[in-house]
Nanobody, 119 residues
Framework: VQLQASGGGLVQPGGSLRLSCAAS????????MGWYRQAPGKQRDLVATITDGGTSNYADSVKGRFTFSRDNAKNTVYLRMNSLKPEDTAVYYC??????????????WGPGTLVTVSS
């Protein structure tokens, strides 16, 4: 399974970005997909997750500003980020817990996309 994230970049405080994560490969079902982020010198933290059933969960720091959505037909998830703050600056990683067509369940990570919020 390969995850390819895109959509990062430089944005001013208060601005918006949309991250995308497209998955390909031996995929029967996504149990969970999520976005995590890692700021310089800090640990990787959860931003948002969405289950196969469509239940989403957000870190308190992004609630009300970020929206996680999915397009099952395209095996793609999106993270719409509004009202961005400098503290949102980080490398954002896409994660997926995937059940393969043979029934195995594994975690997969994308390579990360950099989001910089600065004036």
């Amino acid at each position: 399974v390969q995850l390819q994230a895109s959509g990062g970049g430089l944005v001013q405080p208060g601005g918006s970005l949309r991250l995308s994560c497209a998955a390909s490969g031996d995929i029967f079902r996504f149990n969970v997909m999520g976005w995590y982020r890692q700021a310089p010198g800090k640990q990787r933290d959860l931003v948002a997750t969405i289950t196969d059933g469509g239940t989403s969960n957000y870190a308190d720091s992004v609630k009300g500003r970020f929206t996680f959505s999915r397009d099952n037909a395209k095996n793609t998830v999106y993270l719409r980020m509004n009202s961005l703050k400098p503290e949102d600056t980080a490398v954002y990683y896409c994660h997926a817990e995937v059940e393969s067509n043979t029934g195995s369940i594994n975690d997969h990570w994308g390579p990360g996309t950099l989001v910089t919020v600065s004036s």
